[in-house]
């Protein structure tokens, strides 16, 4: 059964990210101002998606924008073909990115800025955060892998090892740790959160809170010394929230 609504009630981004991690095989009616996209959902990812003549990525980032409208969500249905394959929370933070920037470009305000502060504000958070896990690692004696997660499980910036490790069960997983362990924290009346540590036969994973919304993941080798990761992370965390 198909289910409508209002895009001032649910966001494009909402309605992508709910039906992803839901695992959706759906399709999406988006109408605004006389113009109809339409995407597709195959198990959680983002396929196909058309306005148009145009098709792609380029869609999504173009629908995103739309605050006003309606949508038409058909369960069931399988895309047509494959146009995309970026992961839909790359897709959701690229469209946050080119959002940001048309948002910046359209106020004149760097002629009120000092040349340096130009620079900060002509590179994006999401580009910062990215350059900042590099430089991290890089600097980093334990932590071999790294990333910045939303409490819903939204990867904003990840850098971590290829080995079959996908970022969106990077975000995922993390949540699911950091959900778990503020109820342990809560039921066992230990405070509030801060970090935990869970240890695997082939490595450690560190959870940090950042904000009330984010959280800090990093993934570390199985003999490191978990001092100097704990205190790598802390050092981690203050520079990452300074950019939050």
């Known amino acids: 059964m198909a289910m409508q609504g209002s895009l ?3 966001a494009v981004a909402d309605l992508i990210q709910h039906n992803c991690q839901d695992r959706k095989t759906a399709r999406l009616l988006v109408e605004y101002d006389q113009q109809q996209a339409d ?4 198990e959680g990812a983002v396929q196909h998606a058309s306005l148009g003549k145009l098709q792609g ?4 980032y173009k629908i995103l924008a739309w605050t006003e409208g309606t949508f038409t969500l058909e369960p069931g249905t399988e895309p047509p073909k494959v146009t ?20 910046h470009q359209s106020t004149d305000v760097k002629l009120l800025l000092p040349k340096q502060e130009e620079k900060t504000m002509a590179k994006k958070k ?42 969106n069960m990077v ?5 699911a740790i950091l959900g778990l362990s503020k109820r342990s924290i809560d039921q066992l009346k230990r405070g509030t959160f801060k970090q935990t540590l869970i240890q695997g036969d ?15 993941v990093g993934l570390t080798a199985q003999n490191v010394n978990l001092g100097m990761a704990f205190a790598e992370t802390r050092t981690i965390v203050e520079r990452l929230r300074t950019i939050l």
């Not at 995407?39 to 195959?42: G, R």
């Open 171 to 175: 975000g995922a997983s993390s949540a």
């Open 202 to 216: 082939d490595g450690n994973i560190i959870v940090a809170d950042l904000s009330s919304d984010t959280l800090f």
């Open 8 to 10: 001032q009630d649910m």
């Open 39 to 42: 995407l597709f959902f195959n």
């Open 84 to 103: 995309i394959s970026r992961s839909w929370s790359g897709l959701l933070l690229e469209g946050a990115r080119r959002l940001d920037e048309q948002e």
């Open 126 to 167: 999401s580009e910062i955060l990215a350059d900042t896990l590099v430089e991290l690692l890089e600097e980093s004696a334990d932590i071999d892998g790294a990333a910045v997660v939303g409490t819903d499980g939204l990867v904003y910036s990840a850098n971590v090892p290829q080995r079959a490790l996908d970022e």
């Open 57 to 60: 990525e380029e869609v999504v």
